[in-house]
């Protein structure tokens, strides 16, 4: 019978326990890392400092633009003299009203009629779809260039002009074939099982759009609208084409011809007007970000 010291049985009981060293970092991952942050340093920099470089301008006198450097700061930052001469004598007001009167009825039209055109032409079957599609295709190659003097004319002869139902018009004939297009792509994410069951259950072709396919596909429809609103909003060429009176120009029209109005370029009130059109936007985009990450992403999986 083989004996065991007391000595043995402790040692194999009792688990070795070594202390864990602490994982050392490579020197050299910190420095493969810098020239990533210095290019984000750099793009940081090309993309705030304008905005920061603009809104200083907004606070600055026109003493101030003429004698001081273009780095240096504003002396009063509580100073809005700016941004009540933009408004007031400068009609930015009236111009903002006009975007958005001409805004809000294209961008509302382009959706409903998008969303519905890539509903049928991708959820519904019919004879010659892929060839109405095409010609949707077609219009996006068309360049925007080419029919504003057709446009013109028709509209003079219409009696349009002096009103902003041109501009209107031409946005949304010229925001829907690639929304017509983007949300015919969206709808091929949907599940097909879906409509199926709903018109097994009854349901008609209406109530499966407005009930079924607008809402599963709300965050796409949020992700176009943005891209639409901008084009809208920051248009130059159609609304120069088609405004003949100053109390219908747009915001964008009213910047081109803003330092006309006072005789001389004032400066701080055309940095405070060009504040108010660009930071109102970046806000609105900021906003939304979110829906549109998530329409961006929605047509990129299959369902």
Same mark, same amino acid.
């Given at each position: 019978?083989?004996?065991?010291?007391? #000595?043995?049985?402790?040692?194999?009981? /009792?688990?070795?326990?070594?202390?864990?060293?602490?994982?050392? /970092? @490579?020197?050299?991952?910190? *420095?493969? /890392?810098?020239?990533? $942050?210095?290019?984000?340093?750099?793009? !940081?920099?090309?993309?705030?400092?304008?905005?920061?470089?603009?809104?200083?301008?907004?606070?600055?006198?026109?003493?101030?633009?003429?004698?001081?450097? #273009? $780095?240096? =700061?504003?002396? %009063?930052? #509580?100073?809005?003299?700016?941004?009540?001469?933009?408004?007031? +004598?400068?009609? =930015?007001?009236?111009?903002?009203?006009? @975007?958005?009167?001409?805004? &809000?009825?294209?961008?509302? !039209?382009?959706?409903?009629?998008?969303?519905?055109?890539?509903?049928?032409?991708?959820?519904?079957?019919?004879?010659?779809?892929?060839?109405?599609?095409?010609?949707?295709?077609?219009?996006?190659?068309?360049?925007?260039?080419?029919?504003?003097?057709?446009?013109?004319?028709?509209?003079?002869?219409?009696?349009?002009?002096?009103?902003?139902?041109?501009?209107?018009?031409?946005?949304?004939?010229?925001?829907?074939?690639?929304?017509?297009?983007?949300?015919?792509?969206?709808?091929?994410?949907?599940?097909?099982?879906?409509?199926?069951?709903?018109?097994?259950?009854?349901? @008609?072709?209406?109530?499966?759009?407005?009930?079924?396919?607008?809402?599963?596909?709300?965050?796409?429809?949020?992700?176009?609208? !943005?891209?639409?609103?901008?084009?809208? $909003?920051? %248009?130059?060429?159609?609304?120069?084409?088609? +405004?003949?009176? %100053?109390?219908?120009? +747009?915001?964008?029209?009213?910047?081109?011809?803003?330092?006309?109005?006072?005789?001389?370029?004032?400066?701080?009130?055309?940095?405070?007007? *060009?504040?108010?059109? &660009?930071?109102?936007?970046?806000?609105?985009? =900021?906003?939304?970000?979110?829906?549109?990450?998530?329409?961006?992403?929605?047509?990129?999986?299959?369902?």
């Amino acid at each position: 019978m083989t004996t065991v010291s007391h #000595t043995t049985l402790e040692t194999v009981a /009792r688990p070795s326990i070594r202390p864990t060293e602490p994982q050392r /970092r @490579s020197p050299m991952r910190g *420095v493969r /890392r810098i020239p990533g $942050w210095v290019v984000v340093t750099l793009l !940081l920099i090309a993309v705030v400092y304008p905005l920061f470089w603009l809104l200083t301008g907004s606070f600055k006198t026109q003493n101030e633009f003429l004698n001081n450097p #273009t $780095w240096a =700061l504003p002396e %009063d930052w #509580t100073n809005l003299d700016n941004y009540v001469e933009a408004f007031t +004598t400068g009609n =930015l007001g009236i111009y903002i009203k006009n @975007s958005i009167l001409a805004t &809000v009825p294209a961008l509302a !039209l382009t959706i409903i009629f998008g969303v519905a055109a890539g509903f049928a032409l991708e959820v519904m079957v019919w004879k010659g779809r892929g060839t109405v599609l095409l010609l949707f295709l077609a219009g996006i190659m068309v360049p925007g260039q080419m029919i504003l003097l057709p446009l013109f004319t028709i509209y003079f002869q219409t009696g349009l002009t002096g009103t902003l139902w041109p501009l209107i018009i031409t946005y949304t004939a010229i925001g829907l074939p690639l929304t017509v297009f983007m949300m015919a792509t969206f709808f091929r994410a949907v599940p097909r099982e879906i409509f199926e069951a709903a018109t097994l259950d009854g349901a @008609s072709i209406y109530r499966q759009f407005w009930s079924i396919g607008f809402p599963m596909v709300k965050n796409a429809i949020f992700t176009v609208a !943005l891209v639409q609103f901008f084009f809208i $909003w920051n %248009d130059l060429l159609i609304a120069l084409t088609f +405004t003949n009176r %100053d109390d219908l120009r +747009t915001i964008q029209v009213g910047l081109l011809n803003f330092t006309g109005q006072f005789g001389q370029v004032q400066y701080g009130p055309t940095f405070a007007a *060009v504040c108010v059109n &660009v930071f109102g936007t970046l806000i609105i985009y =900021l906003f939304l970000n979110q829906r549109v990450m998530k329409g961006m992403t929605a047509g990129a999986v299959k369902g």
